[in-house]
């Protein structure tokens, strides 16, 4: 069973191959917007890599509530 | 029957008028790196008086020129559009009757942006079927018409113009030029992509659409070579639909293309002209021969509806 912290570190790659967020800036409070630079299309490359990653899916209207690395850590540890 | 047919010739047109993201920037809240970052274009083209039936006889006028055929010899003309305001008389009875081209089977298909690989399909097929023998495609569109100026997100997006091409039977013993069509769609997402009611205007959820386009075509894509027997690795050149240069990069990503291959980005200078983009964007690379004759390329179109299609031809 995968803890915050490790899906935090798991986005943190992912967000770091798909969007070049450096790991560091990464934490639960960030937005991926406002703090993190990720624009709506790197969003969905973010989504999609999560969904193989974590084995979870990510439905396109539940995207728009994924605001923070918390937001998308809580989905994700709730549904994988 | 025939062995199948292949494209002898191509032929495009884009309206003078060019308007920049600068230009655009000046009208609504958006710039030049904003757009280019998003979605690679720089420029569009945008028809002034032009109809798309003017659009698609200038293109298919020089597609009829190079293709060595006169009007007499086109026997079915096809107009792949999803923007023509005239209902009827179709479009491509409209170019028939201005390049003089006299009693064609003559229809207009609506596929939205992968509606030049449906006709291509459909005209491949007619001539396998020996219900044509001399088919002039055209994917037209005037996306300016649709284009509601005060969105943003969609108004950065598109362009005018036309492509076109001269199809024919091979001569018995010949290869075949287009290869089997790989053709579908998603009913079911298609609410992501709309042109609705009468005084419609282009309306797209981004992020569905760019999801579907990077997840879903590859495969299809690669299937598409199977059906042709060839390998993505051989394949001389890509030319997808020009709607977003992140999404021909997931694309691209996912079919392990040699290194060599040529993948078309002209929405960098043309923006999204749907059922034109890929007729567009393969004339402008035959023209300056980046692709060498016989040599094999994907073609696949994709968009509203959702739909897709593609084939593998021989570069004409």
């Known amino acids: 069973m995968a803890t915050r912290a490790d899906i935090t570190s798991g986005l943190a790659e992912i967000l770091e191959e798909v969007a070049g967020v450096s790991p560091d800036d990464v934490a639960e409070e960030k937005s991926f917007t406002d703090d993190l630079d990720v624009d709506s299309l790197s969003m969905v490359e973010v989504v999609v890599a999560a969904e193989e990653k974590f084995g979870v899916k990510i439905p396109d209207n539940e995207v728009q509530n994924l605001k923070t690395v918390g937001d998308a850590v809580s989905y994700i540890e709730a549904n994988h | 029957m025939t062995a199948g047919s292949r494209i002898v010739a191509m032929g495009h047109y884009q309206p003078s008028r060019v308007v920049t993201n600068d230009d655009l920037a000046q009208v609504m809240d958006t710039n030049d790196q904003w757009i280019r970052d998003r ?223 040529v993948v078309a980005k002209d929405l960098v200078e043309s923006g999204n002209t749907s059922a034109a983009s890929v007729p567009l964007a393969l004339s402008k690379l035959i023209e300056r021969r980046e692709v060498p004759s016989g040599a094999p390329v994907l073609l696949f179109g994709f968009g509203g509806g959702l739909t897709y299609a593609g084939q593998v031809i021989r570069c004409p």
């Not at chain 2, 923007?83 to 081209?101: H, K, Q």
């Not at chain 2, 449906?118 to 088919?135: F, K, Q, S």
């Open chain 2, 39 to 261: 979605v690679g274009i720089a420029e569009r083209r945008v028809a002034d008086q032009e109809t798309v039936a003017d659009m698609a006889t200038f293109a298919a006028e020089k597609a009829l020129a190079s293709s060595g055929l006169t009007a007499a010899d086109i026997d079915m003309v096809a107009v792949a559009t999803c923007s023509s305001a005239d209902r009827c008389p179709n479009v491509a009875t409209r170019v028939a009757s201005r390049l003089g081209i006299a009693t064609p089977a003559a229809f207009d298909l609506n596929t939205a942006c992968s509606g030049f690989s449906y006709a291509l399909g459909t005209a491949d097929h007619a001539i396998r079927a020996a219900a044509a023998h001399n088919v002039l495609i055209i994917g037209a569109e005037k996306l300016s018409d649709l284009t509601d100026w005060t969105d943003r997100s969609t108004a950065v997006l598109f362009g005018d113009g036309a492509g076109a091409a001269v199809v024919t039977a091979v001569p018995d013993g010949e290869q075949a030029g287009i290869g089997p069509v790989l053709w579908g769609s998603a009913p079911e997402r298609g609410e992501a992509l709309t042109i609705e009611g009468w005084r419609p205007y282009i309306r797209q959820d981004g992020q569905a659409v760019f999801r579907w386009a990077t997840t879903l075509l590859a495969p299809f894509a690669r299937e598409t070579c199977e059906k042709a027997g060839v390998r993505p690795d051989e394949l001389a050149a890509f030319v997808p639909h020009q709607a977003n240069v992140r999404i021909i990069d997931g694309i691209v990503k996912r079919l392990d293309l040699n290194p060599a291959c």
